[in-house]
């Protein structure tokens, strides 16, 4: 089931709002809660019930991995750390500043309470059931491709393995929440004043419908404390206002998606059939194709999440930022700031810090540290990059594109130090119009080029496509140029499609994004046309093409 479907639209959404607020509007906040779950649950399975087993059973190992975590933060605090020369209990960790006197005294009753075997254990859980459901085919084929190469007589069979819903999304939240788990006492940066855990709040969190399948991968400590005042009065007062602005971003989202991405969808799909076929396009449809899956990316991903946010709403919960007008980027960091934002949040906080981020400490002490912590921090860059393109899937073009991604992080941060290092940074052109169209102009293109790889089946059709743009394989043009209908033949494309490619460029460069709209949102009838007509075209656009998943649920 997606967003986009009738039967989301007009069987499952209806039913879950009612449902929801006629056991708010009668006091039973507990079944509202536990409806909302089954909803979820119900919304997940949709689409094959079995793999319901798989996302319940990784629900229940983290959260009793969650538990036990806390509860040997407890035993490990009030039992293996003591005030040297007394009896005293200590709060802090035997390293910490705070308590240079605190020492450390272990049992292996104590040892066995230390937290972080558990979490060790459970990223270890989570990352397995991610590999081997996401990658186990991609890397037994490459390691029966090797074994031919060396002409060894065997082969794995390939298992097949469907790829579940979601996979990536809630697994890498729970690895997230694993880690605030463990960090609960020594940095104390969850939210909830107590290290008891609620498992409908926890269900909740991982398989709320509007952010299960595709996002944002949200942190626990933003998302229980919602869950815990779901029901409160103040939720209550702005029932409404929550509604309306739902209402408001949803039906953005939904157009975004039905009449914007999915008429690039049927170019961008075209183009790369044939390169993916082993055919050729003229330079003026390999830029076409190009440029229509890069927008039809945009507004897929930029209408699923406005149309999560609004969703979220419509149930009194706010979900977190996740894309914020990307291609305005002058760079390719700012474009990292700019999309699928929570993932950036979760490699930044989980991955990128951890290994030394951009000063690495560890190695303060040594005399070439200023040049050390700069070779380390480009390491740091690449390898976040890197693994963000394996994140997305199991394939070489994924790989390349984390590559290039990382190479590019790489060479932007070394760019940034030759500036600093000679002063540039007040120059005038630098500072100037012109360097910022140029720098626009730099990045979007590179982005335009590295989505090839993104989006094509096999590296055949990426090679292909490009040759195509470059003019390293010349296709002879039509006659008759100067007609779009000819000139992009393999596309079927006609004169719509630069009307399309207008509005995109303008929607995207000079408008406010729908989030900013929805901070200084105001009821009135102008935002009621401009609703009415997004839900009115959306769904006439809806009724005469099929609908087609969002493109992140493949990840």
Known sequence: MVFTSFVFLFAFLPLMLLGFYALRFYQQDFLAKVFLILGSLFFYGFWNPSYLVLLLGSIGVNFLIGKIILNANKF?????????????????????????????????????????????????????????????????????????????????????????????????????????????????????????????????????????????????????????????????????????????????????????????????????????????LNIFESWATTFSYTFQLYFDFSGYCDMAIGLGLFFGIMLPLNFNSPYKSLNISEFWRRWHITLGRFLKDYLYIPFGGNRNLKYQDSKFYGILNQILTLRNLFIVAFLSGIWHGAGWGFIIWGVLHGSAMCVHRIYGLILERFQLQKKSFLRSKTYKVLCWILTFNFLNITWIFFRSENLQGAMNLLKGMFGIVWVELPRKAHHIPELLANLGARNDFVVYLLVAFVLCLCFSNSLEKLAKFKAGYKLAVLIGFCLLVSLMTLAVTPYTEFIYFNF
């Open 76 to 280: 490990f605090l009030s039992s293996s750390l003591n005030l040297s020369g007394g009896g005293a209990k200590c709060l802090y960790l035997e390293s910490s500043p705070f308590n240079p006197n605190c020492t450390f005294s272990s049992t292996p009753k104590q040892i066995f309470k230390n937290p972080k075997p558990y979490l060790i254990l459970g990223i270890l859980f989570n990352l397995a059931f991610l590999g081997f459901f996401k990658y186990a085919d991609f890397f037994l084929e490459n390691f029966n491709l090797f074994a031919q190469l060396l002409e060894f007589d065997f082969a794995i069979p390939l298992p097949h393995i469907l790829l579940p819903l979601a996979i990536s999304f809630f697994t890498f939240q729970q690895i997230a929440f694993l880690v605030d788990c463990y960090k609960k006492v020594d940095i104390r940066d969850l939210q909830e004043e107590s290290q008891e855990l609620d498992f409908l709040d926890y269900c909740l969190f991982v398989c709320f419908f509007p952010q299960l399948i595709a996002g944002p991968i949200v942190s626990h400590k933003e998302m229980m404390p919602q869950f815990h005042t779901l029901f409160c009065k103040a939720v209550h007062c702005k029932l409404w206002e929550n509604l309306a602005k739902g209402l408001f971003i949803f039906s953005i989202g939904f157009f975004k998606k039905v009449f914007i991405a999915d008429s690039f969808a049927k170019w961008a799909n075209a183009g790369f059939k044939v390169v993916e076929n082993g055919g050729a």
